[in-house]
């Protein structure tokens, strides 16, 4: 994707008006942004841009409902996209940053913070193959990167001349240039309609020739291969099936000569039976000794039988799954055999009383003050899981000050800027009554949102550090 037209679709977003993220995804190929509908622009939800770093750095527009955007969204990692969305949800882009000579784009945004000062952050995008990369610059200092080439310099580059593609668009607009560069054109992409037709348009064509069709040929070389090796497992249990069949007989035969064993007892060679019917032993082999193998090697065919014929219904529901639904092969699932367990050995299985009904997480107290959700975690992994993976951005953190306890999340899903008072002192009596402050006289305990909870690489569980927090002193009580 050429440097000016990156700068030109990014300008032409910003318009008039300063739009806000709603949303933000981090999925392998890069990061995808939310913007909140506008006013007087007809947009009745939130559309996507999708900053690619692979396959190819370019810029995309989709809506949710572009099976590109689901493909992208599938593969979302949720503890990136959590911390990348603690610093741009809710910030309003207020500048666009490039250069139309270098494929860089830096994408400035303002929020106001809960404590009212007005926080700046610039998305940093780099969009050169093979160095492509995302970088977030903030106050404070923020560590969030992707990418995997190499690290680019903070400050925007400085080149000399004009590359070809600026000469390029010089060539074709002419003195139309510079409103080309800042999105006023339409004609900067081909299509029917205003710009954000034309690059939706555009984006869905590169996403299926460079992400979709190549998924497509993948799953159909895929699911090949899986036609193929059902067609190997056929041939085999038919093989194994008629190998089980012709070992049958035997146990006819192992019958006659036990039911005339008496006679029979240390015969070799053949036999002969009362009713003058004649049968060749194994050589070296006496009849009781043929009776025993013929026994064995019948009731193993007949257990051999048995579990062929739940393999065959395995392979006909495979078979059946494979060519009615069109599904990658991958999708299909392998016939999955039971696993044995040794006698006695308990099931690893979680009681229900352990069990959170929201699905997420360890178990926590659950305390429920004035209409509120108070959750209070039982031990230092149990608290980090609470912070960071149950509790959401908006939620309130409660823990003692300097002293070792529990972390006490009270739920907010309605996120109301502040709580009402008698809620915040209750719950901080419980957080200071699951501590080591609990035989103590008043404590203080800090107060602040889970946003403003972090937890540096190496820090031992339970540990965080707080961006910031307000102070509250009560006495512990449970």
């Keep these: 994707m050429d440097a000016p037209l990156i700068l030109a679709l990014a300008r032409a977003h910003l318009g008039a008006d ?10 392998p190929q890069g990061l995808l942004l939310a913007w909140m509908p506008r006013r007087g622009r007809g947009e009745g939800r939130a559309f996507w841009w999708a900053l690619l770093l692979n396959p190819a750095p370019e810029l995309w527009r989709l809506d949710e409902k572009d099976e590109a955007f689901q493909a992208l969204k599938a593969q979302a990692r ?32 303002q929020r106001r913070a809960i404590t009212g000062r007005l926080e700046e952050t610039r998305l940093a995008w780099q969009a050169i193959p093979g160095r492509a990369g995302l970088r977030l610059d903030g106050t404070p200092p923020s560590q969030l990167r992707l990418g995997l080439g190499r690290p680019f310099p903070k400050d925007p580059p400085d080149p000399e001349g004009e590359p070809p593609a600026l000469r390029r668009w010089r060539e074709r607009f002419g003195d139309a240039l510079e409103a080309a560069l800042g999105g006023e054109r339409e004609d900067i992409l081909d299509g029917e309609g205003d710009l954000a037709a034309r690059h939706r348009a555009w984006s869905l064509a590169r996403a299926q020739r460079l992400l ?43 019958a006659r000569i036990s039911a005339e064993l008496y006679r ?5 060679g053949s036999v002969t039976f009362l009713d003058g019917a004649t049968l060749d032993l194994p050589a070296g082999e006496t009849a009781e000794a043929a009776a025993r193998r ?11 039988l048995t579990r062929l014929a739940v393999l065959e219904a395995d392979l006909a529901r495979q078979c059946q799954a494979l060519e009615a639904a069109d599904v990658p092969a991958a999708a299909v699932a392998k016939p999955k055999l039971p696993e044995k367990r040794r006698v006695n050995e308990p099931k690893e299985s979680k009681p229900e009383s352990l069990k959170r009904k929201d699905g997420k997480g360890a178990a926590f107290r659950s305390v429920m003050v004035d209409g509120f959700e108070v959750l209070i975690g039982k031990g230092d ?21 300097s002293v070792p306890g529990s972390h006490v ?41 889970v946003a403003d909870v972090s937890k540096p690489r190496g820090f031992a569980p339970g540990k965080v550090l707080l961006r910031q927090f307000k102070g509250i002193r009560v006495y512990p009580k449970g």
């Design 381 to 401: 992994a149990d608290n980090d899981a609470l912070t960071f993976k149950v509790a959401a951005p908006l939620d309130v953190w409660m823990h003692v000050a």
């Design 212 to 254: 979709l069709a190549p998924k497509a040929q993948a799953a159909d070389r895929a699911r090949e291969a899986e036609r193929q090796r059902l067609e190997r497992l056929r041939r085999s249990l038919a093989l194994d099936r008629a190998r089980h069949t012709a070992a049958l007989p035997l146990k006819e035969q192992a």
């Design 78 to 109: 949720k503890d990136e996209s959590r911390r990348w969305g603690l610093e741009l949800k809710g910030a309003r882009l207020v500048e666009v940053q490039g250069d139309p000579r270098e494929r860089w784009l830096g994408l400035a945004f």
């Design 409 to 449: 999340v009270i739920r907010n899903p309605d996120k109301l800027s502040e709580l009402p008072r008698e809620v915040l002192e209750r719950a901080a009596q419980l957080a200071a009554w699951h501590s080591k402050a609990r035989d103590g006289g008043k404590v203080e305990v800090h107060v602040c949102r």
């Design 294 to 304: 013929w026994f064995a090697a019948a009731k193993k065919a007949e257990r051999g």
């Design 18 to 27: 300063a739009p806000g993220l709603q949303d933000v995804l981090v999925a």
């Design 264 to 268: 029979l007892k240390g015969a070799t």
